[in-house]
Each structure stands twice: as C-alpha cells, then as structure tokens.
T-cell receptor, first 114, second 114 residues
Framework: EAGVVQSPRYKIIEKKQPVAFWCNPI?????LYWYLQNLGQGPELLIR????????DSQLPKDRFSAERLKGVDSTLKIQPAELGDSAVYLC????????????FGDGTRLSIL | AQKITQTQPGMFVQEKEAVTLDCTYD???????LFWYKQPSSGEMIFLIY??????QNATEGRYSLNFQKARKSANLVISASQLGDSAMYFC???????????FGAGTTVTVRA
C-alpha cells in the first residue's frame, strides 16, 4: 500500500512570507497528525485530526499556523507569516486510530526561512 | 505528563555486532504503549517495534528486540547483527491509552562501521 505522501519535500522562503504543506495519508486512515521536528530533537505534535475534526490543536500556534482537513482525507498546514524560528521539518503521520497500532509517517517537509 | 529520556546522543557499533539503545520513561498512566522509530538521514520516520505496558513478553521484530523492564520504567532497543543500513537516528516514543499523541525522546544517533 502507498505510504503517507507529503509535499513539497523542501521549501525555502523569506521571513514574513506564507507557506503551505500538503499531506495525503494512507488510504483508510481516519486519524492524521502534524508534527514539528526541530534539528536534533524528537517530533512534537502540532495538531491531530479524526476525520475532518481537529480533536487536539493545543500545541498549534494559532496566531500564525492554521490547518485544515477537508473531506477527512488530505490535509494542509499553513504558516502565515513565517518567522526565522519556524525553520524545521514538518512531519505528517496517519493511523487507523484504533488500539495500539502505530502511526505511519511521511518523508516530511524541510522548511528553511531566510 | 509523559516524559521520554534517551541519554545516549550518539553511538558507534561495528558491523555484525549488537547494539543497545537506552530509553527510560515517566508516566502516571497504568496503560501505555512504547514505540521505537528509525529516522535515516533522508528524513522519513520508520516504525520498528511496539511494546504494550501489560505485555508479559518482550517484543521482537526481526533483528529488533525490546528489553522492557516495567519496574525500572525502561524500554531499551536491541539491534542484533548490525548492518551498514542501520546507521540512523533512533527515537523512543510513548503514548497513553487515552491519548493518541506520541511523546518522543531526543533520539540516539547510531553509526555502523564496516
């Protein structure tokens, strides 16, 4: 089966510009996660969706970050405006949302802010 | 709150030898799951192995095994017969039964030498 697909793979923008990341989860996975991974650290959850509903967005900086998951499949994470400290890897993951089955991650988007 | 500690920032291992990666955790939840992920330099997070808090036996998955010591709150990963392709960052993660959010440690870099 196809894995979690993220695009773009790399993104370089100037500060204060907007940026968007896209994620297509594994088919049939109703739970989708966005994680932020700073250099040399483990990922940290930004937001979790169950179908189209954001059930945990407590770690999402809502002044500049937004996310959506229309129709409960693909998801987009947006930053506007981007700041220098947003340079990081943005990982998308999906799971069936049942029991203890693991989360499956995409390759991530590496964001660099100039 | 959950906390994962990986105290080894980096390790070197000779090809074909075994290596043990340490992971200790802290949680007040009686039911939790422990996960190990591998992250090569290319960036994707690859699920390796899972251990449930109520599992009586240590988990094994091919060359990966988990040394689970519940009383000591440790879940060390053992990689047997190391291969050059095992060179990567390894993350220990956990979640509780009532929350799908994964909490990650800081990771351990493994370098396999020929």
């Amino acid at each position: 089966e196809a894995g979690v697909v993220q695009s773009p793979r790399y993104k370089i923008i100037e500060k204060k510009q907007p940026v968007a990341f896209w994620c297509n989860p594994i088919s049939g996975h109703n739970t989708l996660y966005w994680y932020l991974q700073n250099l040399g650290q483990g990922p940290e959850l930004l937001i979790r969706y169950e179908n189209e509903e954001a059930v945990d967005d407590s770690q999402l900086p809502k002044d500049r970050f937004s996310a959506e998951r229309l129709k409960g499949v693909d998801s987009t994470l947006k930053i506007q405006p981007a700041e220098l400290g947003d340079s990081a890897v943005y990982l998308c993951a999906s799971s069936l949302g049942q029991g203890w089955e693991p989360q499956h991650f995409g390759d991530g988007t590496r964001l660099s802010i100039l | 709150a959950q906390k994962i500690t990986q105290t080894q920032p980096g390790m070197f291992v000779q090809e074909k030898e075994a290596v043990t990666l340490d992971c200790t955790y802290d949680t007040s939840d009686p039911s939790y799951g422990l996960f190990w992920y591998k992250q090569p330099s290319s960036g994707e997070m690859i699920f390796l192995i899972y251990q449930g808090s109520y599992d009586q036996q240590n988990a094994t998955e091919g060359r990966y095994s988990l040394n689970f010591q519940k009383a000591r709150k440790s879940a060390n990963l053992v990689i047997s017969a190391s291969q050059l392709g095992d060179s990567a960052m390894y993350f220990c993660a956990m979640r509780s039964s009532n929350d799908y959010k994964l909490s990650f440690g800081a990771g351990t870099t493994v370098t396999v030498r020929a």
